[in-house]
C-alpha cells in the first residue's frame, strides 16, 4: 500500500476526532452548553467520513456510480444555483418582511446607497456621518442603476444573494481546470451552496464585500488560465469591497509570484493591495472620521496603540497562543474546514490568501468576528474552496477523485444540519419568528412621513432608512440619538434590542409642547414634532406604564 499525503491526512482527522470525542467533557470553559453538542456532532461526522475517504483510497473502485457529461454537470450545477437563490433569496427577504432584520447592518448600507442616489455622495447618519469614515466601499455604486428603479431594501438583498451563488461557476470552473471530472466539478460547486458559511452571510442582512467572493474564485481561474488582465479586472472588485480586503489581494500576488512565477503581476498586486489597505485604513478613513477607525478597539487586548499591539503580535508568542487556541475559536476554525473534510490542507498554497482574513477575525474581540455567524467569513472561505479543489486534484486516481468530491456533500449536509442558516437561533436571533404586533406595525409605518429626521430602534431600521437622518436607540448603537428629532417610532412590545426605561429614558427628554403623537395602537406609538396630540403625549411620559402599551 502507498502511504500518501491524502491518506495521512485522514488517518490525522480520523485519530484527532476519535480522541477528542472520547476525551471531551460536557463542559468546556469559554463555548456554551449548544456549543459542545454541536462539536461532538461535527468530531463524530469528521471520525466518519475520514474512515469512509480512507477506505476509498485503500480499497477504490473500479467504476464511479455516477458519470456524468459536462453538459449534464453544468444543468445540475445551474439548477443548485437557482435553487439557492430561492432559498436563500427567501430567507432574505422574509427575514426582513418579518421585522428581524437590523439597522446594522442592512439600513446602514440601504441609507448610503439612497443618499448616493438622491446627491449626497456616501452619506450617513447612523455611525459616522459619511460611509468614508468607516469603511472604504466605493463598489456599493454598483447598486445604483438597479436601485434607482427598485428602492427597497430587498434590492440589496437579492442582489446579494445572487452574487453569492454565483461563486459557484468559477469553482467549477477552477476545478475543471485543474483537471476534475465534470462529477467532482460538480460536487464541489454544490458543497459551496449549503456550505453554512456561505448560508450564514446571505442571511446577515447586506454586506457589499460578499460580492468578493466570487470575484475571488474568478480572479483564480483567470490566474491558472494566465490571463492576467483578466485577474486584475477581477482582483478590483474586492479592493473597492472594504479595506481589509487589499491585504488579502496583497497576498493572492505573493502566491501569483513564488508559486506561478509571475513577476509583474505578482509584484503589482503585492503593492497595490498593501497600498490599498494602509492608504483607506490609516488615512482616508480617519481623515474623513476625524479621529482613528474604531476598528482597532476590537484588538485593544493586544496594547493600547498601535506600536503596542504590532510588538504583542510579534513578541508575545504565548499570549498569541492562549488567544487563538480559545475553545470557541478552535470550534470556528473545524466549522470552516470540516466541511470540506479538511481536504483544503493538501492544497495549502492556495491558503495564503486566507491567512490576513483568518488572523484578522480569530484575533479580533468581537462577539461574531471570529465566527461563521456574520459576514466576517469572506476573505477566507475562498481560498478554502480552491484549496480543497487543488487537495482532490492531488489524488492520483480520478475515481477516488470523483468518490472524495461526491463524499464532501453528505458531509457539508451534516455541517448545515449542526448550523443551519434557516434555523439558528442560538448564536443570532430568530431569522422568522414574527412579532405579535406585526400587522400593527405595518400601519405605524404606513403613516411615517417620508422625510424627515427619525430615531426607532435596530429591528425597525431597516423599514424607515429611505432618509437623510436616522438614528438608533438602544443595542447596538454608535451615535448618541438627537433629543429633537422630527419623528420616534417605538415598539413598546418589542423589547429584543431595548428595555422599557431606555425608552423612557429617551422619550422623557422630548419638549412635550413640541412633539405630538399620531399614531398609538396595539403597542406601537409614532411621536412627531409639531403635529399630533401634545396632550396624548405628555399623558404618555406622565403616567408611564411600563410599555403595556
Partial sequence: MIVSAEK???????????????????????????QVDRLQILLGAALLWALLALGLLIWGREKTVIQLSKKQAIAILGTAVLLYIVAYGYLAV??????????YDLAINEQIVWNTLNGRFFASSLEV??????????????????????????????????????????????????????????????????????????RFDFHIEAFAVAAF???????????????????????????????????????????KRERKYGSGWI?????????????LIPTVRGEAADTLSRYAWLGDSPQTMISTLFFDFGRIFAHLTQPARLLSLLQQFLPLGFISLLGWPLLLPALPG????????????????????????????????????RIKQPVAQDWFALLLVPLTLVALFVDNPFTEEEALPSATTRIGNEETVRQALAVVPEDGVLVTTNDYAPHLARRAG??????????????????????????QFIVCDEVRAYVSQLDPTQYGTTFRTGGLIVIERGKGSTETFQDFVDNWNNCAG
Fill in 129 to 202: 456621518d459619511n460611509s468614508f469614515a468607516d469603511h472604504f466601499r466605493p463598489f456599493l455604486a454598483i447598486l445604483l442603476p438597479v436601485y434607482a428603479i427598485f428602492q427597497t431594501p430587498n434590492t440589496l438583498l437579492i442582489a446579494q444573494t445572487i452574487a453569492l451563488s454565483l461563486g459557484a461557476i468559477p469553482l467549477y470552473q477552477y476545478a475543471r481546470i485543474k483537471d476534475l471530472s465534470p462529477v467532482a466539478a460538480a460536487a464541489l460547486g454544490l458543497v459551496y451552496l449549503l456550505y453554512p458559511a456561505v448560508g450564514f452571510i446571505n
Fill in 217 to 259: 474564485l474568478a480572479a483564480f481561474v483567470a490566474v491558472e488560465r494566465k490571463r492576467w488582465r483578466w485577474a486584475t479586472f477581477w482582483l478590483i472588485v474586492p479592493l473597492l469591497c472594504k479595506e481589509n480586503l487589499g491585504l488579502t489581494v496583497a497576498m493572492i500576488g505573493l502566491y501569483v509570484l513564488i508559486f
Fill in 94 to 103: 422574509t427575514r426582513h418582511q418579518t421585522f428581524n432584520s437590523t439597522g
Fill in 358 to 393: 483568518l488572523a484578522i477575525n480569530l484575533l479580533a474581540e468581537h462577539h461574531c468576528q471570529a465566527f461563521i455567524y456574520c459576514q466576517y467569513a469572506v476573505p477566507v472561505l475562498p481560498f478554502l474552496f480552491l484549496a480543497a479543489a487543488a487537495g482532490v486534484a
Fill in 470 to 495: 436616522l438614528f438608533i436607540i438602544g443595542r447596538p448603537t454608535q451615535r448618541v440619538a438627537p433629543t429633537d428629532p422630527d419623528i420616534v417610532f417605538i415598539n413598546l412590545y418589542d423589547q
Fill in 271 to 283: 503593492i497595490v493591495g498593501i497600498a490599498t489597505f494602509l492608504l483607506t485604513s490609516f488615512w
Fill in 8 to 34: 495521512i491526512l485522514l488517518v490525522l482527522v480520523g485519530l484527532t476526532s476519535l480522541a477528542l470525542l472520547l476525551l471531551l467533557p460536557n463542559e468546556i470553559s469559554g463555548i456554551f452548553p449548544w
